[in-house]
């Protein structure tokens, strides 16, 4: 997620769900716990083999990281349009500040990250890339048995949809912006990855 220019606040949201491909039938709940002292999160998917791990947060301001405000991790119940469930709140940054929040819903296979960018300084600030879900510092997921390479769906640049079929195991780098979706074979495990919103930014 970019964002380039003078920040006062934004908003950005992204989904997770997994389920099975093939069928109508998704995981009913989710797992998810948030280290208190990285602000990475797991998520586990009961009855689907997929999982997610380490899954960080990142935000560039003025050319430099927000740093993680310690002993800002805190858990409370909430209830919106989709549902219930309980949400995690951490806070990057003082007075130019991140407040991350990771939603896991009681009965729907689903997690929504999102992000709230506020200034609360006196000046204007440059806003670079904001990662809601960074991998980089150890952070991984698991679709099926991970014996081959997941087959993806996704949209390239703005809105080409594109896809890759089930491969040998090895790296890969998977030029989504939109949204992601990772399966094995014909009714498999898959996980996909989404933007809800941005309302002031382009995924990429």
């Known amino acids: 997620m970019r964002y380039n220019g003078a920040m006062r606040e934004t908003i950005l949201a992204v989904m997770v769900v997994a389920g099975w491909i093939g069928t109508c039938w ?77 939603r896991a819903y009681d009965a729907l296979p689903v997690i929504v990250v999102s992000a709230q960018l506020t200034n609360n ?33 996704y949209v390239a640049g703005d809105a080409m949809v594109a896809c890759d079929p089930v491969g040998a195991l090895g790296a890969k780098n998977y030029g989504a912006t939109q949204f992601l979706a990772l399966a094995q074979a014909a009714r498999g495990p898959t996980l996909v990855v989404g933007y809800l919103s941005a309302q002031m930014a382009g995924p990429s």
């Open 121 to 153: 300084s006196n000046r204007p600030a440059a806003v670079g890339t904001v990662k809601l879900i960074d991998s980089a510092k150890g952070g991984g997921w698991r679709v099926g048995k991970n014996e081959r390479t997941p087959g993806t769906v």
């Open 26 to 102: 998704a995981a009913e709940s989710v797992k998810v716990s948030v280290d208190p002292a990285t602000g990475a999160f797991d998520a586990a998917w009961s009855d689907v083999e997929v999982e997610v791990h380490g899954l960080g947060f990142w935000a560039e301001v003025d050319g430099g990281a927000l740093g993680l405000v310690p002993r800002t991790l805190v858990s409370r119940k909430f209830k919106d349009s989709f549902g219930a469930g309980t949400e995690w709140t951490q806070r990057w940054g003082e007075s130019i500040s991140a407040q991350r929040v990771v």
